[in-house]
């Protein structure tokens, strides 16, 4: 029933890109007389074309238009205010009619409602707990891994990738059953005379889901940095007279930031942006931006797929305006983000 | 006679997993010395340098330095400093801040840590290169920087680990000098590892030679040249003929099947010996004359001398002269008692492949 429709100039669009493409293939295959190496990378670009690059220029177009396909902004004001658009569906008249009858616009529920920047703002705060939370744990597990002198680092590193094998989905739902009224947890907490407690469907919950989640992304980058760094620089700091302490930070500190910071990237990204843990974790009591936008997406009324756009573009600009100011503090990218 | 000893090593052993890297090494080194500890790779060199920094434990044995047992005491309470293999720099600091680095923890004022790093960046000609960072530099400068590192904190013994093995040839003999200069001026005990003999005999004033672990000989470099204690280190130090041979008595030694006379005694009668007689000290001679004689097998220019192989029956010899002489002509081979070198046969087995280099 939804009557979405990539507009005639996208399947223009797509055709241009793709005769771009292929015009480009041929001139350098020509250029060099036969197949190179990056002639190999062509089944890539053109997926990044086609699901990548167009879907992103979908996304903007969809935010600055209506279903109609006219240009507006009522998207964007929708964000601010969430019943802007039902408001301005109902005609002038009608609501001044009900305004007459002395119901206002509570009462109709069509008053300014905060629920999309709410939940932007929550979801930020959500990111920025769970990547603080990651760092704090995830530093000391990395250097713990990391140290030259603990045999059993390796051992280690691997316990942290199994899980990491796993579908992302599976290991949410098993955390579920773990923390649920009658759960493992909550078996424990009983047979040690706690009680059981309610451990799921709250924002705990979803938070230790998400630190659960994404823990292996802020150790790795940091314990590659601290791996791949000279043991030498540390025992030249303590020859030059740094106890334990001092070589943590005058030497393995601001030479590990590499790893913190693609650590930190990692994390907040899908965390500020993940919709299927609060939903599982937080038996829907918990929202999250990703929620809305899914649910958005979801929706089968009309303009709803416009107005999604528009909050994953506020999203995508938020996400790229933090890597850019990430970038600045690691330029050559040492370690190993994504950005 | 007995000057003041910095640094003892009693005893010391130390083994990893299973191997035993230092076999119960003694060993002093006085005040002001150039101590360097040679041998080749893996006979403990390093191990015995890391314990006197402190970034390894002997599993026994002490460590004495000036007087009291430093064994268990961290690197950063030690009064020495390192110069590290690779230098160790730290890439998140500029070269002064690099320099600074131990001032700084010694909580020093700022104008004594400028001044004392101008300083240091004097000694070593790298004025002005305060701001670089230390990854812009090159090997022999990044070099210097480690020793300024090390040396602005007027240690008491400075610890050098192979710190010129990563420079070129011209380099290397370069900073040898250099390095020698700083020490005399300086006044500072520097304790060297190498595996390079020609920078052993260079800089040091003793010279002790390590093998698996032992020490098998420490002396002057010219005494470790001129009398090796065994086929070792006398393969080891420089070039070297080594032929098995029998003590007949006092100053009259036989091998190569003929008698020679020299100059050691007290070896017994009849008693198997090794024999010693370095290459650029075997004569050429009439075929009448000499006490061996032999066919020229190979002739090799090398420069200052020609290097000639040659077959005497049941030997060969390496030998260097300034004149040529043609290969396959026959010549006859003398050696005054003087280079005659004779030691005891080494007890456990001698590294052989090392000798037939």
Redesign the interface.
């Known amino acids: 029933m939804t009557s979405f429709k990539v507009p005639v100039w996208g399947y223009w669009m797509m055709g241009i890109g793709f005769a771009a493409f292929v015009a480009m293939l041929v001139a350098y295959i020509r250029k060099n007389r036969g197949f190179r190496r990056p002639v190999f990378a062509a089944p890539y670009v053109l997926w990044l074309i086609v699901f990548t690059v167009i879907p992103c220029f979908l996304v903007a177009y969809f935010s600055f238009t209506d279903p109609q396909g006219n240009f507006t902004l009522d998207n964007f004001k929708n964000f601010w205010d969430s019943n802007y658009n039902a408001r301005k569906a109902i005609a002038p008249e009608d609501l001044e009619m009900y305004q007459s009858m002395g119901l206002s616009l509570e009462d109709l529920g069509l008053a300014r409602d905060s629920i999309n920047i709410d939940t932007l703002v929550f979801s930020l705060w959500m990111a920025f707990l769970c990547t603080a939370i990651c760092l704090l744990l995830g530093y000391p597990a990395a250097h713990i891994m990391a140290d030259r002198e603990f045999k059993l680092g390796p051992t280690l590193v691997i316990l942290f990738v199994v899980p990491m094998w796993m579908n992302f989905l599976l290991r949410t739902i098993a955390l579920m059953s773990l923390l649920e009224d009658g759960g493992l947890l909550n078996t424990v907490l009983e047979w040690l005379g706690i009680g059981r407690q309610k451990l799921l469907n709250n924002i705990p919950a979803v938070q230790v889901g998400m630190i659960y989640n994404f823990l292996p992304f802020m150790v790795f980058p940091i314990y590659n940095v601290l791996n791949k760094m000279d043991y030498k620089l540390s025992e030249a700091a303590m020859d030059l007279g740094c106890n334990k302490w001092q070589v943590f930070y005058k030497v393995t500190l601001p030479l590990s930031v590499p790893g913190v910071v693609s650590g930190i990237t990692m994390v907040f990204m899908p965390a500020v942006t993940t919709f299927y843990i609060s939903r599982l974790l937080g038996g829907g009591k918990v929202q999250l931006f990703g929620d809305l936008i899914e649910a958005k997406f979801l929706s089968t009324s009309l303009n709803e797929w416009n107005v999604g756009s528009a909050l994953s573009l506020v999203m995508m600009v938020l996400i790229l305006l933090s890597l850019g100011l990430l970038n600045k503090v690691d330029p050559d990218n040492e370690g190993g983000g994504m950005v | 006679m007995e000057e003041q000893r910095l640094i003892t090593l009693e005893d010391i052993y130390k083994q990893y997993d299973g191997t035993t890297v230092l076999d119960h090494i003694n060993l002093y080194i006085r005040k002001k010395e150039f101590v360097t500890l040679l041998g080749p790779s893996g006979c403990g060199k390093t191990t015995t340098l890391r314990i006197i920094?402190?970034?390894e434990t002997a599993d026994s044995g002490r460590v004495i330095f000036d007087g009291q047992d430093i064994s268990g005491i961290?690197?950063?309470k030690r009064r020495?400093?390192?110069v590290?293999?690779?230098y160790?720099?730290?890439?998140?600091l500029n070269v002064r801040d690099n320099i600074a680095?131990?001032l700084k923890?010694?909580k020093m004022s700022k104008d004594e840590i400028n001044r004392k790093v101008d300083y240091m960046l004097d000694l070593v000609n790298l004025k002005g290169y305060g701001k670089r960072g230390v990854d812009s530099l090159s090997g022999g400068q990044q070099q210097r920087i480690a020793i300024a590192?090390?040396l602005v904190?007027e240690p008491e013994v400075l610890l050098l680990d192979e710190p010129l093995g990563a420079l070129d040839l011209k380099l290397r003999k370069e900073m040898q000098l250099e390095l020698k200069a700083m020490q005399q001026r300086l006044g500072i005990t520097f304790l060297y590892v190498t595996h390079d003999q020609e920078e052993a005999l260079t800089m040091s004033d003793t010279i002790v030679v390590m093998h698996g672990g032992k020490i098998l000989q420490i002396g002057t470099p010219k005494s470790i040249y001129d009398e090796p204690k065994n086929a070792f280190v006398a393969n080891f130090i420089g070039e070297s003929n080594i032929f098995p041979g029998t003590m007949i008595k006092d100053e009259l030694v036989n091998f190569c099947g003929t008698e020679f006379p020299c100059v050691d005694s007290g070896f017994g009668e009849n008693a198997p010996v090794d024999v010693v007689v370095r290459p650029e000290d075997v004569l050429l001679v009439g075929e009448d004359v000499g006490q061996v004689t032999g066919t020229i097998k190979s002739v090799l220019f090398k420069g200052v001398h020609y290097e000639m192989i040659i077959d005497a029956g049941h030997s060969t010899w390496k030998v260097h002269s300034t004149t040529m002489q043609p290969e396959g002509s026959r010549v006859g081979l003398a050696v005054v008692p003087f280079n005659i070198h004779i030691m005891h046969r080494m007890e456990e087995e001698t590294p052989r492949e090392e000798q037939a280099k």
């Open positions: 920094g402190g970034f961290p690197p950063y020495v400093n390192t590290f293999q690779k160790a720099l730290f890439p998140h680095f131990g923890l010694k590192r090390a904190n």
